[in-house]
Structures are given as C-alpha cells and as structure tokens.
C-alpha cells in the first residue's frame, strides 16, 4: 500500500465517501477534495487526532477557476481554496481542495487551528475577494488598503494598458492620504496601558535595518517591544498574476526575482513543477549541473545573510569580506551563466547551454579557498562575545511554535529537527550526494546563525562532489516539451523542427494537471504550484515562499525583547523582500 | 578683573530671570545652566577654582542633564507651556513677590551698612580643598557620605516597581 | 607684548591645526577602514585622494541648510556648536610640549571631565529638539550612556591624580619622567579608554547612533553644515580622547631626545586615533542595557578597587 492510499483509507474510514473524494494529480501527494462544511474537522483531524499527525499547515492558496472550460464538472465550483499539509512522521504531503461557490464565496477561517493561517487567508481574501468567516483581522495585506478589485480574480487586468490611463484625481489624493494616517486602534494596537503611554515607532518602509521595503509597526514601553505588526506589500509585484500571462518558458526569469538571492534556485523550484507536469525526466548531467549551481547560490546567498547580519549588529567589516567571496562565487556563476545575481539558466528540461571549458578548474580554485575564509568568519563574527551578547537567546522560539507557525529552513534546524528537504524528500538527484543536516538546540539568532554557517560548509562538500563526478552526457533532455530542444536534432528530423519552431514560437504546451514542487531553498522552503489547463501558459502559478510564513511570525517572537534585539531577529531570520511579495 | 565679575554677575542674574519666566521647561533649564556657568565664573575669580569645575561638572554637567532627560521623558510639550502661563498671573507671584522683595531690601541695607573692605583674593589649591575636607572637615565629609547613602537606597527603593514582562516566556512563569 | 602675541599666537596655531586634523581624519578614517575592510577607500581626487577633504567640506558647505519645520529652532541650531564648543575648549588645558599650552590650570583635568559634561547637552538637546522618535531614541540612549561613563571616567583619573599629586595636566606628564603611569595604572588606563570611546560614542559605543537600528539617531534630522558640526566633533572628541591619554598614561611629550617633544605627542596620539578606527572596523555594538549593565555592574567597582589599590600602596610606600 503507497502512503497516499494509507492515507486514504484513513480517511475515508473516519469520514466517509460523501465528505472526501480523491483526485489524482501529476505530483503524487495525496489530493482530497472536502466538502465545504467539513474542512475544519477534516484539518483539526488531521493536526491533531490522527496518529501520524499533520502538524505544518504548509500553504494556503485559491485559485479562480471560473475561465477553465471544467469548472463545471465535480465537484462543481467557481473558486477553489487548497489547503498543504505536511506531515513530519509519514514524511508527505496532504492538500485539501474546497469548492466555493459565487461571485464572492466566503470560507471558514482557520485561525484557531493554526496562528499561520491568518496571513495566507488574508492573502486569499485580497487577492480573490473571498472571506473567512471568524478571522480576527481580515484586511488587504499585499495590495494598499486603497485598492480596488482583487487581482487574481481573471476579470482583473494583468497589464496597465488595459486599465486606463492613471489620473489622480483630487479625491483621490484625499483617499490616499488618508489611508496614510496612521491609527494604532485600526492595527489592533492600544495607545495606553494601565501605567503607560506607549510609543508608536515606525521602522520602515525606508529603514537601513529592513533590508527592503518592509514596514514594522512597533508599540514600545521605553525601548520594550509590545507588540510589532509587520506591514507587507511594498515589493508585490505580482508574480504571481505575471505567470498567468506569460508562457511556460518565458515565466523563468520572473523566478529568477522571487527570492532574488537565491538566483537558479528559484527556476529550479519552477522546473521541477514543470517538468513534473510535462512528465520530463532530465538526464544526470542536468541534475548535478542544477544542484551544483544551486549550492553556489546558497552559499552566496548565506554570504549576503550572514555580512548584513554582522552589520546589522553593529560589526562593519565582515560585509566586505563576504562580498568580495561572493563575487568570486559570482565570477563562477558568470562564466558558466553568463549572468550574476539573476542567470535566468535553467530550461524546461535541461539548462541553456553546456558547462564551458575550464569551468572545473575555476570550482576547484573556489573549493581550495573558501574554507580558509569561513574560518576566519567564525573567528571574527561568530566566536565575537559581543555578537554573542547580542544572539544568544534573543528571538528564542521552540520547535513547536516553530511548526505551529510554519517557520521551514534553517530556522526549523535551528531548533533541532533534522529536517532537510534534501535528504527528506530528494529532488534533483540530491540522494546521491553526501552531506550532513547541520543543526542547533535553541532556535535563537546565535543558533540560526550557527545552521547556515555550518550549511555553507555542507554546500561546499556538495560541490565538490559535483566537481569530481560530473557525469558526461546530454545538458537537456529530449522530450519534445523541452524548450528550447536540442538544436542539433532539427536539422535531423521534420518532429524536432517543428517542435523547436512551437515551443520557441509559441511556447511549449504543457500538458493539462497540477503539480507541486517543493525545494530546500536558501530560506526555507520553496514550492511552485503549477496549475495547466493544456494551455502555452499556466492557468495559475502559486508561489509558496519561505520568508512569508518567517515574517508573520515576527510580532510573536519579537515581544518582549527590545529595539536592538529586533535588528537582531529581522536579521538572523534571513528574509528577502520580495520573497515575502512575491 | 572686577569687569569680568560684573559681566558674569549679570549675565548670571538675567540668565536666573529668563529661567523664571520661560515657559518651556526645556528652555528654562537651558538659561538655568548659562546662570551655573556664570557662577561657576564668578567662584574662579574669588579663588576657588576647584568649586568652580564642581558647579560645572556637577551642577550643569550632571543634574541638569537629568532634569533635562525628566522633561524628554515625559514629553512635556505646549500643554505646560499653558499650564506655565497661568503661573505668571499677578495673584499668582504677587505674595512670593513681596516677600522676596522684603528680603532684598534687608539684603542690601545689610550690605549697604558693611565697612567697605576690598576683598583680598587668595586662592585655593584643590589639595588644600581636599586636606581641609579630610582633616578638620572630616566628620562632616563622612556624615554626608551616609547620608548620601540613604539617599540613594531610598531613591533605589522607591524607583523600584514591577517590572512588566512582555516576552511570552516570562508571562506564563509570573501567572 | 612679545608674550602676550605669542600666547595668542599658540591659541590660533592649536585651533588651527586641531580643525584641520578634524577634517584630515575624515580622509583617513575613510581610508583606514578601506584597507582594513579589502577596499580602497577615496583615492580619485588628488594625491591619494586627500581632496576628498576639500570635497566634503564644500559638500558640507554648500548643502542646504534645513530645519525640519517641527523641530524647536533655536535650542536645534545650538546643540550641534556645544558639542564643538566644549570639545575644543578641553584642548586648552592639553600639554602639546613643553612650551605649547594654552594654560595650565591647577583643577585641568577637573576642567576637562567639566568640559565633556557639558558636551552632553549636544547630544540630548539635537535628539530632543528634532522632535523625531528616532532621534528622541537616540538621545535618551545616549544622555543616560554618557552620564553614567562620566562617572567612571572621572573615578578612573584619580589613581593618576594620586600619583602625581595634581590636577594640572603639566604635572602630570612631568611626574612620568621616569616611567609612564600606564605602567602603575593599567586598570585606570583601560577603564578611562573605554569610557573615553563611550564619550566620544563611536562604536562599540555608537548607540546614540546606532546607524542600523536608530538611522543615525539623534542627528538624523541634521543636514549640512549643522551635521558637520556634529562630524568634526566626534573627530575632534577622538583627539581629545586620544591626547588626553597620551598625557596622563603615556608620558605627553616625553620622548627619546632624536625627535622634538611635540614630534612625540603627536605620534602617540596619532597611534591611538588610529586604534578609535580600528575598532570601528572590527567590534559589533552591544545592546543599550549591556552597555550600561557593563558599566555599572563591571566598571564602577573595578574602579573602586584600583582607587582602593592605588590608595593603599601610596600609603604603604609612604609611611615615614
């Protein structure tokens, strides 16, 4: 018996054929649509009374399925609200679908159930316009408060050039500025205590310590933090509805810019929905190529983590350092890519273009040096007493606040789960590399610092294998979704030339399905959602980032600690803007 | 050296006034230190330099400032500049006013009335402070001492209030 | 009246050279962290990029000279010269060499912690009357910082006091003919470096400041030639720091007779402007309240005891 059948039956024993029916899906984890009425029973089911219990709540998205030519069939239904668990026992998956029906259907809110909810359900509520019943603060989070009309809906224009030219008017004007007004009551915040006025102070959207354009609302006794509200949006730009309009091959530089330190990582979280979706499998060469650049990325990406973290806390000349190695990580990527930060690389099937001459002795180079230099960081950041005055056992949280939350990556390491999607759940030919899960017992900054130190030490191991058993072959696969295909083949046969002529033309059709990846990216977790409806372009790309999730939690952890110890999270937590936005 | 006393004098008698009748705490104290400055002047030319740094590192360097530091505090801002006002009403100084004036007049009949010596200036070594404080003086120097200690258990004491905790560790231990 | 023109004359030649030395350090201040950090630092306008001096303060200069609206004007426009005003009149009191000082006061070092008190005011008057949370942040942090270094600052003189019997800064640089005080006071050393660094709130110290958390704290509203002043006081308050230092741990001028005494002043100084820097390229910033839990907790009775100490063995030593 497959897990997903266990599953299965486990449920259909406790509730019944008419709460659940089972769909099958192109990526294998467990798809069960619920019936409206019987979701919170079926997810608090699944949370706590099953005996290999759900404990993530790992996504929460809808979708808008009006415009697909089979909304009509079972379960009949104009928006669709998809539920991700995962379960760390079994080691899997579970989504749940609900079907809604109306212009602006309303759901149940699972706030009670699981205080990460409440992000993603807002998120659902701007977006699609659709409520939930019982949630304690149901406002726009991504969009400004100001906006009209939500746009995933399909009846929302993707493009300014079908909205109209822009006018302010002077009403308008008006509006905005007083959306700008800042009114605590209206954050859920309280001006007074019993003993105390409190402070308002606004950290952001311009702020050196936010690394972007993030705004926290901060309540402040003196200098202790009450309570912090994270206000998000300032980087949105919409990626999510850009996937709608773009074709399956020309949506991959737009991954490139979601968690835009992460570079290849990004695509190849894409591609592995793709490419599921497409049933493409890539050949050896292909795996090693993507895990090897994308372990660059994550060292690079810790590099940027780890220089910000020391000057946020005050330490200036680590950053320099750890820029310079990362240009040379760079200077790799350039040689191999073409490009730096965002290489757009990657290709359905395959990647752009073989690894180019001498492109081994440059790894090698790198491998010899880094080490070297990690060392010295350890000595000079890590091994510091007043960094360590300034991390150890701020912004504590416990492994299961840490799953009640959805916190995934190296913070849930941190807090001693070896869990890494890696060796859990390998992708990309990840189970034939040799390498450790670094962990640590508190989960505070020091400890989160202390996982992706000692991860960069991993990635380099990964490398190196990379380097030493690079296997010949082909650099794309021949499936005729690849885009685009092996040129060499068109000028053989009449099939590759058109195909290669439609697949660059109009782009590669993918075939009709749903499919979920989820990667070890350099923050967390990273998974694309990819919905086709047998069209050149998907019918709905959901993005789930790691650094949502981290943020929303910010106001838990940060209570009670003071402003320098906000620095001191916001940095150890290792978020990107637009990997919150998206 | 008897210009630079008037000067200092003066400046410190309408720096004193300008702290009376600021309304702006702020700007008060801000004319209160020019007036500890002007004093601080005034004790170096009789001879007394070590007095002076005290009146200076003392006075204005450090209470002051926590007077100055009270006011940021409490954010102190129009409302006692209004408060203030009303303060300056007639009814309000005339009887302290009159009173004072009282013993002006008697400060300076007394004055008026004194042979008229020139002051002879000797000046005092801050180790002659310290020898007088710690040799004659010493009874006195040690009972300030205790009392000063009293002074700041009692402040200690008295600043002491719960601490409120906010991290949600520290919230289930107190329940 | 050759005197009295030469005495003036060493009052214009000291404010001279210490506001040039004050701009000087921005370029290498700019530099040192460069080649201390991998990078290059300022090097395109002229030799070595020493224009850059020129550049910034015309920068400085010319920037528009603005006043938030809802700052309070007057006590806004006076905290950046208090801060400027006192650091350089601590200098007065600062044995150059032998025959270069503006005045030697029996109560000097008294004058100087008068001096660094009153520098303060400029710190909690720009904080406050920019009537910006950040700013009031910033000035709250460092009027309670600087209070409380004070006091160990102060406290940590005294052995030097002891030792050479005088407040007068001549003095006490004389007394080292033999060997330097830092030898007999290096807790007292240490202690008055370190609250001399919080003095000067430059980092580990920086947290009226603290650039990634306050922007830049109680001087975040200030623009052009009003942050100049706030600049050149932080890099005449290292000066002073550093040759305060000098003169009662490392002997002032005295020195090997190849170079002049001055030759000798300022050379150890320069070397401990130079170790103000290299902190800053090296050390994170601690939280407000370790700062003061530092002070308070580890300082103030370490203090006490090397008093205690030093008292004692001067007594000892003396016994007829």
Same mark, same amino acid.
């Given at each position: 018996m497959t897990p997903t059948e266990k599953l299965a039956t486990e449920l259909?024993?406790?509730?019944?054929?008419?709460?659940?029916?089972?769909?099958?899906?192109?990526?294998?984890?467990?798809?069960?649509?619920?019936?409206?009425?019987?979701? %919170?029973?079926?997810?608090?089911?699944?949370?706590?009374?099953?005996?290999?219990?759900?404990?993530?709540?790992?996504?929460?998205?809808?979708?808008?399925?009006?415009?697909?030519?089979?909304?009509?069939?079972?379960?009949?239904?104009?928006?669709?609200?998809?539920?991700?668990?995962?379960?760390?026992?079994?080691?899997?998956?579970?989504?749940?679908?609900?079907? %809604?029906?109306?212009?602006?259907?309303?759901?149940?809110?699972?706030?009670? $159930?699981?205080?990460?909810?409440?992000?993603?359900? /807002?998120?659902?509520?701007?977006?699609?316009?659709?409520?939930?019943?019982?949630?304690?603060?149901?406002?726009?989070?991504?969009?400004?408060?100001?906006?009209?009309?939500?746009? $995933?809906?399909?009846?929302?224009?993707?493009?300014?050039?079908?909205? +109209?030219?822009?006018?302010?008017?002077?009403?308008?004007?008006?509006?905005?500025?007083?959306?700008?007004?800042?009114?605590?009551?209206?954050? +859920?915040?309280?001006?007074?205590?019993?003993?105390?006025?409190?402070m308002f102070l606004n950290i952001g959207p311009q702020h050196p310590g936010t690394h972007g354009v993030l705004r926290i609302i901060l309540q402040l006794d003196g200098e202790d933090i009450i309570d912090a509200v994270p206000d998000i949006g300032f980087h949105h730009r919409g990626a999510e509805k850009m996937g709608e309009r773009q074709s399956w091959h020309t949506y991959i530089p737009?991954?490139?810019?979601?968690?835009?330190?992460?570079?290849?990582?990004?695509?190849?979280?894409?591609?592995?929905?793709?490419?599921? %979706?497409? +049933?493409?499998?890539?050949?050896? /060469?292909?795996?090693?190529?993507?895990?090897?650049?994308?372990?660059?990325?994550?060292?690079?990406?810790?590099?940027?983590?780890?220089?910000?973290?020391?000057?946020?806390?005050?330490?200036?000349?680590?950053?320099?350092?750890?820029?310079?190695?990362?240009?040379?990580?760079?200077?790799?990527?350039?040689?191999?890519? +073409?490009? /730096?930060?965002?290489?757009?690389?990657?290709?359905?099937?395959?990647?752009?273009?073989?690894?180019?001459?001498?492109?081994?002795?440059?790894?090698?180079?790198?491998?010899?040096?880094?080490?070297?230099?990690?060392?010295?960081?350890?000595?000079?950041?890590?091994?510091?007493?007043?960094?360590?005055? /300034?991390?150890?056992?701020?912004?504590?949280?416990?492994?299961?606040?840490?799953?009640?939350?959805?916190?995934?990556?190296?913070? $849930?390491?941190?807090?001693?789960?070896?869990?890494?999607?890696?060796?859990?759940q390998p992708y990309s030919g990840y189970e034939n590399f040799e390498f450790d899960i670094p962990i640590a017992q508190n989960g505070d900054c020091y400890d989160r610092a202390v996982v992706r130190e000692q991860e960069m030490i991993q990635s380099l191991r990964i490398i190196e294998q990379c380097l030493k058993h690079m296997p010949e072959g082909p650099y794309k696969s021949d499936n005729s979704h690849a885009t685009p295909p092996l040129k060499k083949n068109t000028m053989q046969d009449i099939e590759t030339l058109i195909n290669h002529f439609l697949n660059v033309s109009w782009g590669p059709v993918i075939p009709k399905g749903e499919a979920m990846s989820c990667i070890e990216a350099t923050k967390g977790w990273n998974s694309y959602y990819m919905v086709s409806d047998g069209n050149t372009s998907p019918y709905r790309s959901r993005i789930r980032t790691p650094s949502f999730p981290h943020m929303q939690m910010l106001p838990y952890i940060s209570k009670g600690y003071t402003v320098a110890d906000l620095l001191s999270i916001l940095g150890s937590m290792d978020y990107v803007l637009a990997d919150i936005d998206r | 050296m008897n210009v630079f006393f008037y000067?200092?004098?003066?400046?410190?008698?309408?720096?004193?006034?300008?702290?009376?009748?600021?309304?702006?705490?702020?700007?008060?104290?801000?004319?209160?230190?020019?007036?500890?400055?002007?004093?601080?002047?005034?004790?170096?030319?009789?001879?007394?330099?070590?007095?002076?740094?005290?009146?200076?590192?003392?006075?204005?360097?450090?209470?002051?400032?926590?007077?100055?530091?009270?006011?940021?505090?409490?954010?102190?801002?129009?409302?006692?500049?209004?408060?203030?006002?009303?303060?300056?009403?007639?009814?309000?100084?005339?009887?302290?006013?009159?009173?004072?004036?009282?013993?002006?007049?008697?400060?300076?009949?007394?004055?008026?009335?004194?042979?008229?010596?020139?002051?002879?200036?000797?000046?005092?070594?801050?180790?002659?402070?310290?020898?007088?404080?710690?040799?004659?003086?010493?009874?006195?120097?040690?009972?300030?001492?205790?009392?000063?200690?009293?002074?700041?258990?009692?402040?200690?004491?008295?600043?002491?209030?719960?601490?409120?905790?906010?991290?949600?560790?520290?919230?289930?231990?107190?329940? | 009246m050759?005197?009295?023109?030469?005495?003036?004359? !060493?009052?214009?030649?000291?404010?001279?050279?210490?506001?040039?030395?004050?701009?000087?350090?921005?370029?290498?201040?700019?530099?040192?962290?460069?080649?201390?950090?991998?990078?290059?630092?300022?090097?395109?306008?002229?030799?070595?990029?020493?224009?850059?001096?020129?550049?910034?303060?015309?920068?400085?200069?010319?920037?528009?000279?603005?006043?938030?609206?809802?700052?309070?004007?007057?006590?806004? !426009?006076?905290?950046?010269?208090?801060?400027?005003?006192? !650091?350089?009149?601590?200098?007065?009191?600062?044995?150059?060499?032998?025959?270069?000082?503006?005045?030697?006061?029996?109560?000097?070092?008294?004058?100087?912690?008068?001096?660094?008190?009153l520098g303060v005011y400029s710190i909690v008057l720009g904080g406050w009357a920019s009537n910006n949370k950040y700013s009031l942040l910033g000035a709250l942090r460092g009027a309670s910082q600087m209070i409380s270094y004070e006091v160990f600052m102060g406290l940590s003189l005294m052995g030097v006091v002891m030792l050479s019997g005088s407040f007068s800064l001549r003095t006490i640089v004389e007394a080292q003919k033999d060997y330097w005080f830092v030898l007999l006071q290096p807790v007292g050393f240490v202690i008055f470096f370190i609250a001399g660094i919080a003095e000067t709130h430059r980092l580990p110290f920086d947290i009226p400041e603290a650039e990634s958390e306050l922007v830049a704290g109680f001087h975040s509203e200030y623009s052009g030639m009003k942050f100049g002043m706030f600049f050149i006081g932080e890099y005449l308050g290292i000066t002073l720091i550093s040759s305060i230092t000098v003169a009662l741990f490392f002997g002032g001028w005295l020195g090997p007779a190849f170079l002049p005494p001055l030759a000798w002043f300022a050379i150890k100084t320069a070397g401990f402007i130079l170790f103000f820097i290299l902190l800053r390229a090296s050390l994170p910033r601690p939280r407000y309240d370790q700062l003061m839990e530092y002070g308070w907790k580890i300082l103030l009775p370490l203090t006490l005891l090397n008093l205690l100490v030093t008292g004692g063995i001067i007594l000892f030593l003396n016994q007829p």
């Open positions: 259909m024993l406790k509730f019944g054929d008419s709460v659940l029916t089972q769909q099958q899906t192109a990526d294998e984890v467990a798809t069960f649509w619920v019936a409206k009425t019987h979701i %919170l029973p079926v997810l608090a089911y699944l949370k706590k009374e099953s005996p290999e219990p759900f404990p993530l709540l790992y996504d929460l998205f809808a979708l808008d399925e009006r415009s697909r030519s089979d909304h009509k069939t079972y379960p009949s239904k104009d928006f669709t609200v998809v539920y991700h668990l995962l379960s760390f026992k079994r080691n899997q998956f579970i989504r749940l679908k609900i079907a %809604l029906k109306g212009e602006y259907p309303s759901a149940q809110t699972l706030t009670h $159930l699981w205080p990460s909810a409440s992000w993603y359900e /807002r998120e659902v509520y701007d977006m699609f316009g659709i409520r939930f019943e019982g949630h304690p603060h149901l406002q726009r989070i991504l969009m400004p408060l100001t906006w009209q009309g939500h746009p $995933l809906r399909k009846e929302h224009p993707a493009r300014a050039t079908e909205m +109209g030219p822009f006018k302010l008017w002077d009403e308008k004007v008006d509006t905005e500025q007083d959306a700008l007004q800042f009114k605590p009551e209206q954050w +859920g915040l309280q001006r007074h205590s019993d003993d105390a006025d409190f737009y991954t490139d810019r979601i968690d835009y330190l992460g570079g290849v990582m990004n695509n190849l979280a894409y591609l592995l929905a793709v490419e599921k %979706l497409a +049933g493409i499998e890539v050949p050896d /060469r292909v795996k090693v190529i993507r895990v090897m650049m994308c372990e660059f990325f994550r060292i690079a990406s810790h590099l940027v983590w780890y220089g910000t973290f020391a000057q946020d806390l005050g330490q200036l000349s680590p950053v320099f350092y750890m820029f310079t190695d990362r240009e040379k990580i760079f200077d790799i990527v350039e040689a191999i890519t +073409g490009g /730096r930060m965002h290489p757009n690389w990657f290709r359905i099937g395959g990647v752009a273009q073989d690894l180019p001459n001498g492109w081994d002795k440059m790894v090698a180079e790198f491998i010899a040096y880094f080490p070297k230099r990690l060392k010295e960081y350890h000595n000079m950041v890590m091994r510091n007493s007043i960094f360590k005055a /300034r991390t150890v056992g701020i912004g504590i949280y416990t492994l299961e606040e840490a799953i009640e939350w959805g916190v995934t990556g190296p913070g $849930l390491r941190a807090c001693g789960l070896e869990w890494d999607m890696r060796k859990k | 000067i200092a004098a003066a400046v410190a008698i309408i720096s004193t006034l300008m702290v009376i009748t600021r309304k702006h705490p702020v700007h008060a104290l801000l004319y209160l230190i020019v007036s500890f400055m002007a004093v601080a002047i005034i004790f170096f030319q009789l001879g007394a330099p070590f007095v002076a740094a005290l009146e200076i590192v003392l006075y204005a360097g450090a209470i002051v400032v926590l007077f100055i530091f009270v006011v940021m505090m409490l954010n102190l801002g129009r409302e006692t500049s209004l408060q203030e006002k009303t303060w300056l009403n007639l009814a309000t100084w005339l009887l302290p006013g009159v009173l004072g004036a009282i013993l002006l007049i008697e400060l300076i009949y007394l004055i008026s009335t004194q042979p008229n010596e020139t002051l002879t200036i000797a000046e005092i070594e801050p180790k002659a402070v310290a020898l007088s404080l710690f040799g004659p003086y010493v009874i006195g120097v040690e009972l300030s001492a205790m009392l000063l200690m009293a002074g700041v258990i009692g402040a200690a004491h008295i600043g002491r209030r719960t601490i409120k905790h906010y991290h949600r560790f520290l919230q289930e231990e107190t329940k | 050759s005197e009295t023109l030469n005495y003036w004359l !060493v009052i214009v030649g000291i404010l001279f050279v210490l506001l040039n030395i004050a701009a000087f350090l921005i370029w290498v201040e700019r530099r040192m962290l460069a080649l201390w950090q991998d990078r290059l630092g300022p090097n395109r306008a002229g030799p070595f990029g020493l224009l850059i001096i020129l550049a910034d303060t015309l920068k400085l200069f010319f920037k528009e000279d603005w006043i938030p609206p809802f700052a309070d004007r007057h006590v806004f !426009v006076i905290a950046p010269a208090v801060i400027v005003i006192s !650091v350089l009149l601590s200098f007065a009191i600062i044995p150059f060499a032998p025959a270069i000082q503006i005045v030697d006061l029996n109560i000097g070092l008294l004058f100087f912690l008068g001096m660094s008190s």
